[in-house]
């Protein structure tokens, strides 16, 4: 029944995707869904594409390692990045009109600056799209109780999420997004009431929680924990905020009050719900301590599923991995689409120029599969723990692409040489770091973005020596653009 419950859940989510492919008449369809969105289907996508394997498995199974200090980056730093994004960053990015963020680097800074953060900007979804492909096949396997191996069940995850997203974009993830958001929300929370009770209580699980020390959030009065705490929350709450799936998410409303409640409520709806995971995780360690030790030395990532297979019935197991699959999906078809509209506008579009918006949506489809099959490989070749992968995915956009996108909206000081000696000496200090004190006080990534801040005001109020490609020719890209549109 389990397994039939899955396949067709699968077949319905293909088929609204296809359905919403006949909706998709131009490029501006496919990316931003015609900017028709309304408040509820913009607020399920904010949710459901930032709800993936990384909060259900991932931060779920650090909660049981290491408690809530393991959690700084998500869902706290997650969070924080939604917020700042309505708060800050919606309005003015959605009066622009832009296809993608990268158009944003290029009207404000020039091609240069635009190449180089589109490239950061698809090389960080590399670990997001993995994470939840490495997820799908995770399910696959236990759902079959090992007959489909991790590696065959990554093949069918990503197969069916490449299908719906394929023809659909924009349309077919904000529709699938709305499906699985609703199931997430039912799914998890039966699940917590049913595994809540049989752990004795909500009361009980949260005191057994406080009293093995998971609930210490806050980091020591010591600069070394300090500067750790700062860099787990700022790495996701600033390094996410430069990607193109938020900014699609912004630009798909129906208008600018749409993309700034849709995107706080979302957020805010992320952190709340984030924690039911982590609720439903501990109760193991009540309900079956032997089976949280034994994943504990394994697979921490599996004692969630397993708890559900081994002590739930039927209905409650049919509930979970539905909520579980949504969770995956939704974040798939979104971080899958993101980048490979990135590629297509700010990378391959200025190379093939005089493309028609027709002959644009189609290279972009290409540009879909070509992705898809890159994170398929990549996630089968990895050993990273999911949450390590999402972890990992925005130091490079934290690094170089940040700190352009704050300082150009909010300083009008900020100019090209600038941005470029900001994303220079981020990269720099950065990758240099990694390979030479990885494991120094201060994280790489976090040294990357305040060496980017250095090397913005220096490059911006020093003599601008480096010569900002021209207005004219920017102006006549953006122009042929929108005809070709």
């Known amino acids: 029944m389990l397994i039939a419950f899955v396949i067709l859940y699968l077949l319905v989510s293909i088929g609204i995707g296809l359905y919403a492919a006949t909706r998709v008449k131009n490029s501006t369809d496919y990316v931003a869904a015609g900017r028709h969105l309304p408040l509820y289907i913009v607020t399920a996508t904010v949710f459901a594409t930032w709800f993936g394997s990384e909060t259900v498995l991932g931060i779920s199974a650090t909660f049981i390692d290491e408690g809530l200090r393991g959690l700084w980056s998500d869902p706290f730093g997650a969070s924080l990045c939604l917020i700042l994004v309505g708060l800050f960053f919606a309005r003015p990015l959605y009066r622009m009109n832009l296809l993608t963020l990268g158009d944003y680097y290029r009207t404000r800074y020039g091609r240069t600056v635009e190449l180089l953060c589109s490239i950061a900007i698809v090389i960080s979804y590399l670990g997001w799209v993995s994470a939840q492909i490495t997820a799908l096949g995770l399910v696959f396997n236990i759902l079959s109780d090992g007959t489909i191996s991790s590696e065959a069940g990554m093949l069918i995850g990503a197969g069916v999420v ?4 394929l023809f659909g974009g924009m349309w077919s993830v904000a ?103 982590l ?40 509930m979970f991995f539905g909520a579980l699959l949504s969770a995956i999906m939704s974040t798939a078809s979104g971080t899958l689409l993101a980048p490979s509209v990135t590629f297509s506008e700010n990378i391959l ?13 189609w290279m972009t489809r290409v540009v879909v599969v070509v992705f898809a099959v890159l994170v398929t490989w990549y996630a089968m070749r990895t050993d990273e723990s999911i949450h390590a992968m999402v972890e990992n995915a925005y130091k490079v956009t934290l690094a170089t692409a940040f700190v352009p996108l704050a300082f150009g909206l909010y300083w009008k000081r900020a100019s090209t040489q600038g941005a470029l000696a900001s994303i220079l000496l981020g990269l720099v200090v950065w990758l240099g770091l990694e390979t030479v004190a990885p494991e120094a006080d201060m994280p790489p990534h976090f040294a990357g973005m305040l060496a980017g801040i250095v090397g913005m005001l220096a490059g911006s109020l020093l003599p601008q020596t480096l010569v900002r490609q021209s207005h004219g020719h920017s102006a006549h890209l953006d122009l042929g653009r929108q005809e070709s549109r």
């Open 279 to 318: 609720f439903i995780a501990y109760s193991a360690t009540l309900i079956d301590p032997a089976l949280v030790a034994n994943y504990q030395e394994s697979d921490s990532q599996q004692i969630l599923p397993q708890l559900i297979l081994q002590h739930t019935p039927m209905f409650a197991q049919v």
């Open 162 to 165: 490449l299908l719906y997203t």
């Open 349 to 361: 579009r200025s190379t093939f120029r005089g493309m028609s918006d027709r002959q644009f949506l």
């Open 175 to 277: 529709l699938t997004d709305f499906l699985q958001m609703t199931i997430i929300i039912i799914g998890l929370a039966y699940i917590a009431w049913a595994v809540g009770d049989m752990a004795g209580g909500v009361g009980t699980v949260v005191a057994h929680a406080s009293e093995a020390g998971k609930l210490n959030f806050l980091p020591a009065l010591d600069p070394k924990d300090v500067i750790a705490f700062a860099a787990g929350i700022l790495t996701m709450g600033f390094g996410s905020i430069p990607q193109q799936d938020v900014f699609q998410r912004i630009n798909s409303a129906r208008d600018e009050k749409t993309a700034v409640r849709g995107t706080l409520l979302g957020g805010s709806g992320y952190f709340l719900f984030a924690f039911i995971p």
